[in-house]
C-alpha cells in the first residue's frame, strides 16, 4: 500500500522523510519541492489516497476524518509564506476537484472554531460524514458530502512544528497518561502552543502525543521536561522519544542526551540536515 502511494512522489519532488507506525496506523510523508512540480504530486497522492484506502474500515489510535486526512504545506523561511499560502489554496481547490470534501485549517481556517483539527476530527470519518449530511459543516472545496471511502482532507499553510511523542515507562496506567496530557497542553495550563493526547499502545504502555506549534519558541527539551514533572506526580516517567517527520534544528536546542530518540542521531531529524543531504545528492 506505502509503496503505491510512494508512486505519487517523482523527480523533481523529493521524499526527505516517511514514518509509519502501526499502532496510530498512519504514514507521514515529508516532501519537498517547487510550487508546480509539489502541487501536482500532492493531487497525484490524493487520487492514490482515495482509490487505495478505504477510511471506513481503518482502525488505529490517531484521530482521523480521511485517508489523505491532512495536508500542510509548509514554510522553513518565513519569506516563503505568501507563496505557502496560495500554494495550500491551489492544493485545497485540486483535491476538491477529485471528490475530496477540503477543509482549512490554521491561519487559513474560514472562522475562529475552524482553526483546530480537532473541530474537524472529533468522532472520525463517520461523524464527519453525519455533520456534513445535516449541514452543520461546510468544506471551503470540493462536494458537500464525505467521500465514502476517502473521508475528507485538511489543509493548511504554516511553519514547521513538531510532532513529538514521549513514551512513558512501562506499566504507567491510561488514565495518568490522560491526566499527563491534559496538563501538558495550552488548553489544560501548559506549554503554550502543545497539542497533547494520550495513546495506549499496549498493556501498560502508553505515549504522550504531541504537536509543538513552534518548536522554535517551545524546544521539545522544554517539553520533555515539563513531562517529567507532570509524570513524577503520577509514579512514571518519560523513557523514550519520537519525532514524526522532521523539525528545525533550533526546536532541538538542550537535548537531554540520555533520553533516546527513535532514529539515531537527533540532528539527523532536522529540516536543515535533509535538505543539505537532498541538495549535495
Request: charged fraction near 25%; charge should be negative.
Amino acid at each position: 500500500m506505502i509503496d503505491h502511494l510512494r508512486e505519487a512522489l517523482v523527480p523533481p519532488v523529493v521524499l526527505l522523510d516517511e514514518h509509519s507506525d502501526a499502532v496510530h496506523n498512519r504514514t507521514v510523508f515529508t516532501i519537498a519541492g517547487d510550487d508546480a512540480p509539489l502541487r501536482d504530486a500532492l493531487k497525484r497522492l490524493g487520487w492514490l489516497a482515495l482509490e487505495r484506502i478505504d477510511i471506513s474500515r481503518q482502525r488505529g489510535a490517531h484521530p482521523r476524518i480521511g485517508s489523505l486526512d491532512v495536508c500542510p504545506i509548509v514554510w522553513h523561511d518565513p519569506a516563503l509564506r505568501p507563496r505557502a499560502v496560495d500554494l495550500a489554496m491551489a492544493v485545497g481547490e485540486q483535491l476538491g476537484s477529485i471528490g475530496l470534501p477540503v477543509f482549512l485549517y490554521g491561519e487559513l481556517a474560514s472562522a475562529p472554531e475552524r482553526r483546530e483539527r480537532a473541530y474537524f476530527r472529533r468522532g472520525g470519518h463517520a461523524e464527519l460524514a453525519r455533520r456534513m449530511e445535516a449541514d452543520e459543516l461546510e468544506p471551503d472545496y470540493g462536494p458537500g458530502w464525505a467521500h465514502p471511502t476517502a473521508g475528507g482532507v485538511l489543509v493548511t499553510a504554516r511553519p514547521p512544528l513538531a510532532a513529538f511523542n514521549l513514551g512513558l515507562r512501562e506499566g504507567t496506567r491510561a488514565d495518568d497518561g490522560r491526566a499527563i496530557a491534559a496538563g501538558l497542553r495550552e488548553s489544560g495550563g501548559g506549554l503554550p502552543g502543545v497539542r497533547a493526547i494520550a495513546v495506549e499502545l499496549g498493556p501498560g504502555r502508553v505515549q504522550i502525543s504531541t504537536n509543538v506549534h513552534d518548536p522554535v519558541a517551545v524546544p521539545l527539551a522544554e517539553v520533555v521536561a515539563f513531562v517529567r514533572r507532570l509524570a513524577e506526580g503520577h509514579g512514571t516517567r518519560p523513557v523514550e522519544a519520537e519525532l514524526v517527520g522532521l523539525v528545525p534544528a533550533a526546536a532541538l536546542a538542550g537535548w537531554p542526551e540520555e533520553l533516546p530518540l527513535a532514529g539515531g542521531d537527533p540532528g539527523e531529524r532536522t529540516i536543515e540536515a535533509r535538505l543539505a543531504a537532498t541538495a549535495g545528492a
